[in-house]
């Protein structure tokens, strides 16, 4: 399970999912069209243990460009 939050100097959006590529695409946009509204983006993802290496997989690549470009983000795995 991923739950992420996309957040901005004024706004908060929350993303709940499976991690699948579905999910993990509508996800990339959600940020990405953040990123180019607002500039400034913070990015928190929690996902379980079980679910790490189709995450990795899957976010690895945009993750990295988005941090090259100033986000931040955090990224934590529940043990359960």
Not at 46 to 65: C, M, P, T, Y
Request: no cysteine; net charge negative; proline share 0%.
């Amino acid at each position: 399970m991923l739950h992420a939050e996309i957040r901005t100097d004024r706004d908060a959006f929350h993303f709940f999912g499976e991690v699948n590529g579905y999910n993990l695409e509508t996800l990339r946009q959600h940020v990405r069209e953040t990123a180019l509204e607002s500039g400034t983006v913070h990015l928190r993802l929690e996902i379980d243990r079980a679910d790490a290496s189709a995450f990795n997989g899957s976010a690895a690549g945009w993750l990295s460009r988005l941090a090259d470009r100033g986000a931040f983000i955090e990224i934590n795995v529940r043990r359960h």
